[in-house]
C-alpha cells in the first residue's frame, strides 16, 4: 500500500490543523493506521493510531489534544490537532500495518508515508 500524508504547514500556538493521509493500492481497510512524529534531533515517537475495526488509541503529550480518525470507503485517515504548541513542531508520518505487536509501536508497521512538516510558531 503507498501512502501520502499532507496537511501540514505554519500554525500559531493554539491553533488547529487536520493531517490527512491517502491510501492506494491493497486494501486500505485491513489495516490499522498510526501516526508517528520526529521533532529535529530526536527520535520517531508515536502519536495516535485507528485499528481496523475503528478504535483509537493515544500516547505522548497530545493527548486529549489530537483526535484520530478514518474512513475505509475513501481510503484515507485524519490526525486533528488542536491547541497545538511549539514543542508539537515536527515531521509527522502516518503508517499502515497489521504485524504482531502494539499498535504504538513502529515495528507494527510496514507501510510508511513521506512525512508532512507541522511547525507552531508565533
Known amino acids: 500500500v503507498q501512502l501520502q500524508a499532507s496537511g501540514g504547514g505554519l500554525v500559531q500556538p493554539g491553533g488547529s490543523l487536520r493531517l490527512s493521509c491517502a491510501a492506494s493500492g491493497r486494501t486500505f481497510s485491513r489495516y490499522d493506521m498510526g501516526w508517528f512524529r520526529q521533532a529535529p534531533g530526536k527520535e520517531r515517537e508515536f502519536v495516535a493510531a485507528?485499528?481496523?475495526?475503528?478504535?483509537?488509541f493515544y500516547g505522548g503529550p497530545p493527548q486529549g489534544r489530537f483526535t484520530v480518525a478514518r474512513d475505509n470507503t475513501k481510503n484515507v485517515a485524519w490526525l486533528h490537532m488542536n491547541s497545538l504548541k511549539p514543542e508539537d513542531t515536527a515531521a509527522y508520518y502516518c503508517a499502515a500495518g497489521d504485524n504482531d505487536g502494539g499498535l504504538t509501536q513502529r515495528r507494527h508497521y510496514d507501510y510508511w508515508g513521506q512525512g508532512t512538516l507541522v511547525t507552531v510558531s508565533s
Open positions: 485507528i485499528s481496523r475495526d475503528d478504535s483509537p
